[in-house]
C-alpha cells in the first residue's frame, strides 16, 4: 500500500510540474500555429484537457477553449495572438500589462524591485538559472511558473513537509499576491480575450492546487 501512495504521489507531482510548464511556455513566447493546434488537440496527453477533465476548472477551461475557437477561421491565427501578445507583455506598448511580479510590488510600476532579487536567489538555492535564450528579468510569470515545476520534481523521490511548504508559501506570496492585479489589468485591453482567459484559468488552477498542498 505504501508502494503505492508513493506511486500516486509520484504521478501527480508530474502532473502538476507539467502544468506549470505548460502555463510557462505560454507566457514565454506567443502561441504559434504549432502550440495553437496543440492546445486544441482531444488526447489524455494535452494538458489543456487535462485541466478540462478537473469539475472545478471544467467551465473556466471551455472559456479559454471558447476564446481560441474563432480564430481557427482567420486565415492566419497566430499572428492575430502574437498582436494580443505583443499588446499585453511588451514593455513598449502603451497598453502593456507587464507580466513581471515587481510591477505590482509596490505604487511605483517598475522593474527589478524585491520580487526579481527574491527570484534570483531562489533559482541559485535550487541549482538553476534564467535561460540565455530568454533574457528577461528573474520575476517573469514564465520563469517563476518553470521554477515552481521545478522545485516540484525536485523532491519528487522523497517528498517533505518542508518542500510542501515551500510550495505553498510560493505559490501564496510570489504568485496569487500579483496575478489578480495583473489578470485586472489585462481585462482593461480589448483584443480576442484569449490571454485574460488563460490566465482566468491559471489563477484558479494556482489557488485549486494550493487548497490542494
Not at 504521478?11 to 500555429?33: M, V
Not at 467551465?59 to 501578445?85: N, V
Request: charged content about 20%.
Amino acid at each position: 500500500m505504501d508502494a503505492l501512495i508513493h506511486q500516486q504521489i509520484q504521478q501527480l507531482s508530474e502532473t502538476r510540474a507539467n502544468i506549470y510548464w505548460w502555463f510557462s511556455t505560454l507566457y514565454a513566447s506567443t502561441i504559434d500555429e504549432e502550440k495553437l493546434v496543440t492546445l486544441l488537440k482531444d488526447d489524455d496527453q494535452n494538458v489543456l484537457q487535462t485541466l478540462c477533465d478537473n469539475p472545478s476548472l471544467t467551465l473556466i477551461c471551455k472559456r479559454f477553449q471558447r476564446h481560441i475557437q474563432p480564430l481557427l477561421a482567420l486565415e492566419f491565427p497566430a499572428q492575430s495572438l502574437e498582436r494580443d501578445y505583443i499588446e499585453l507583455f511588451m514593455p513598449d506598448s502603451d497598453t502593456g500589462t507587464l507580466p513581471y511580479a515587481s510591477i505590482y510590488h509596490s505604487e511605483e510600476p517598475t522593474l527589478f524591485q524585491e520580487p526579481h532579487f527574491e527570484m534570483l536567489q531562489r533559482l541559485e538555492d535550487v541549482g538553476l538559472s534564467t535561460q540565455a535564450n530568454f533574457k528577461e528579468p528573474a520575476d517573469h510569470l514564465a520563469i517563476q511558473l518553470d521554477y515552481l515545476g521545478n522545485v516540484i520534481l525536485q523532491n519528487i523521490h522523497q517528498p517533505s513537509h518542508a518542500s510542501v511548504q515551500n510550495q505553498k508559501h510560493f505559490i501564496q506570496c510570489h504568485l496569487l499576491n500579483w496575478l489578480p492585479a495583473f489578470l485586472l489589468r489585462m481585462k482593461q485591453v480589448r483584443n480576442s480575450g484569449v490571454y485574460q482567459s488563460l490566465t482566468d484559468l491559471m489563477i484558479h488552477y494556482l489557488q485549486q492546487d494550493l487548497r490542494s498542498l
